[in-house]
């Protein structure tokens, strides 16, 4: 399971690093470190959180910056998966971006060429009323 240290995961939760160690120190999400010392945070558990604070209103504005500049969809929402719930043949992604929660309904096909998971980072990009999803 992928892992992000507190930087990765305040551009993601849409927030400072300051303040994803406050939350951490208060225990409101798990930490534990690398083997040099780093604070890192779980896939699961960041997502877990994630949701969790995009439905408490808390978190400031648009998460990250758009690390895949060679697409034409120009709103970015880069986040981490919360939820994937695949079909037979179609399947569902839930993305939270700071206070954003995104679903995109894509072929199961797509889903498994990408490799998401809950947990990993990704982009939504809305382009008219399609939501087009980048693994980062």
């Known amino acids: ?5 507190i930087g990765q995961a305040a551009r993601l939760l849409g927030v400072s690093p300051d303040t994803v160690r406050r939350w951490a120190d208060a225990g409101r999400v798990t930490t534990h470190r690398d083997e040099s010392g780093r604070r890192l945070i779980d896939g699961r558990d960041l997502a877990a959180f994630a949701v969790e604070v ?4 808390t978190g400031a504005g648009a998460a990250g910056e758009d690390d895949a500049p060679y697409t034409s969809a120009r709103n970015a929402f880069p986040g981490i998966v919360t939820a994937v719930k695949l079909g037979d043949v179609a399947a ?3 993305i939270q971006a700071g ?6 309904l894509l072929t199961r096909e797509a889903v498994e060429e990408l490799g998401l998971e ?8 809305v382009k008219s009323t399609n939501v087009h999803i980048d693994r980062v």
């Open 92 to 94: 569902q992604v839930e």
């Open 118 to 125: 809950v947990g990993m980072r990704a982009t939504a990009r």
């Open 99 to 104: 206070p954003h929660r995104l679903v995109s």
């Open 1 to 5: 399971m992928q892992s992000y240290s």
């Open 54 to 57: 995009g439905q408490g209103g």
